[in-house]
């Protein structure tokens, strides 16, 4: 009988890897694409550039190639600078002309990741 216990045991955390690779495989880092990520630059960076801020929280984010693909998805923005904080799951958007919401959204969406807020400033 305790032979058939560990068998079971064995067998799902088995299961449960075999399901992670596949995921992995298919999707790639966090199951949210490619693991390597290019940075899209900004040549800008000078903030008195920026007249416009928003603050967006961003789900779904685990790794730096997340902050990365999350960046770029801004970035690719003409006239956005983001930068993006891993740990309070954030990022800080500077823009030189306004930008929607829903475009913000649209953009963080398409990377693969979901938005919960977004707070703009200037």
């Known amino acids: 009988m305790g032979n058939f216990v560990i068998l079971a045991v064995v067998g799902v955390i088995i299961v ?39 603050i967006i929280s961003v789900d779904d984010m685990h790794c730096g190639n997340c902050k990365k693909k999350v960046e770029n998805a ?30 913000l959204r649209e953009h963080i969406n398409k990377a693969g990741y979901g938005v919960s807020k977004v707070e703009f400033s200037k």
Do not use: Q
């Open 16 to 54: 449960f890897a075999v399901r992670s690779v596949i995921k992995r495989g298919k999707n790639g880092c966090c199951g949210g694409g490619e693991c390597s990520v290019d940075s899209v630059k900004v040549s800008d960076k000078v903030e008195g550039h920026y007249p416009f801020k928003a």
């Open 74 to 103: 801004l970035n690719a923005i003409s006239g956005v600078w983001a930068t993006v904080d891993l740990s309070s799951h954030t990022a800080e958007v500077r823009m030189k002309e306004e930008h929607s919401e829903e475009e």
